[in-house]
């Protein structure tokens, strides 16, 4: 058996304690999923979305990180839906700030009648070591175990809320001062607020975002990440197969009533996509020709758990994208009334 620590990865700093702690206990490296931690993810060259539906039919022990993030997550409520259908034995483990009585939560597929318990919660924390202990293996030094809480306690009470929370803008009170001199700090303070959200440029994710969030990328390409997104699949098909996933991609545009932006556009999207560095080449030909992408595992991993402001670009490009029909407004606004 293993252990499945569904979680967002806006929780990630919690989970990796939660990591800590188990390795200390003596359970294996190669028992514990975590997707935030690249030791314990997704291996490389598998598809996401197989992979951790594999691990999860395979009834591993789930931990539920359960936090407002969490229910924001379509991806986190999927796995919560795959793991409960599947009847896992399972624990739910609060973040701090996490209201019990939210309607996410008492209407959720966990019962919220079932035992769970806050993280920083010691005494709960050791009931819960002594039920890992009837699935694996752990060490049997009292002191050990008994250090391993006391320093993850004290972690978990070092976690300051914002750190898991959208930051909100502070308020200052300034006294009067002459209109060139706020000018002046105005300009500097923007200044000095570009630098604080300048991302990685090493860090592929950062990028991916940071061009989101700048409006660098087109609508088009915008329209292909809430594909992406909406099908759960992050590999998508190139070279003589290309007709393929144009078909499909028809085929949901006329489902969602989206004009046919994609469709058309698609060879160009893609190749943006590999110039912009989010793809790589998964499938080649006898000939060793592409014939599939897909987005690389840095993006990949966190696709269907994007921030709120990023989400909010894709939605403004996907609502200027829907067909509207004035003839159906006009018919109804025409319509005869039988009396």
């Not at 006329?254 to 932006?261: L, P």
């Not at 894709?314 to 606004?333: C, G, W």
């Amino acid at each position: 058996m293993k252990i499945f620590i569904s979680h967002s990865s806006r929780n990630k700093n919690y989970g990796n304690l939660i990591v800590e702690l188990l390795r200390n206990l003596g359970i294996k490296e190669n028992e514990i999923i975590f997707t935030s931690n690249v030791a314990y993810g997704i291996p490389v060259g598998q598809n996401i979305f197989h992979w951790l539906k594999s691990q999860i039919e395979e009834k591993p022990f789930v931990i539920y990180l359960l936090s407002e993030q969490y229910y924001e997550s379509i991806a986190c409520l999927n796995e919560m839906g795959a793991a409960w259908i599947i009847e896992n034995d399972h624990a739910a483990i609060f973040t701090p700030d996490f209201n019990l009585s939210s309607k996410e939560f008492q209407s959720g597929a966990l019962d919220p009648r079932e035992i769970g318990f806050y993280v920083n919660d010691k005494e709960r924390v050791l009931s819960f070591i002594q039920l890992l202990s009837k699935h694996f293996e752990l060490s049997n030094n009292a002191i050990l175990i008994s250090q391993s809480v006391e320093k993850f306690i004290k972690a978990i009470g070092e976690i300051k809320p914002e750190s898991t929370t959208k930051i909100q803008p502070t308020k200052t009170v300034e006294l009067k001062k002459p209109e060139t001199e706020l000018i002046a700090e105005k300009k500097s303070i923007q200044k000095s607020s570009i630098k604080t959200i300048q991302v990685d440029k090493g860090d592929l994710y950062s990028k991916f975002l940071g061009l989101i969030d700048a409006n660098k990328l087109k609508s088009d390409e915008l329209l292909l990440l809430h594909y992406i997104v909406d099908t759960s699949n992050v590999k998508l098909m190139t070279g003589w197969q290309e007709e393929h996933e144009v078909s499909k991609i028809t085929e949901w545009e006329k489902i969602n009533d989206i004009k046919s932006v994609l469709s058309k556009n698609y060879p160009e999207v893609l190749r943006r996509f590999e110039l912009r560095g989010f793809t790589e080449v998964s499938e080649v030909t006898s000939s060793n020709n592409p014939k599939e992408v897909k987005l690389k595992d840095e993006i990949a991993v966190h696709v269907l758990d994007l921030p709120d402001n990023v989400l909010s670009k894709i939605e403004e490009v996907v609502k200027s994208n829907f067909f509207e029909h004035p003839e159906e407004v006009e018919n109804e606004d025409n319509f005869d009334l039988p009396f």
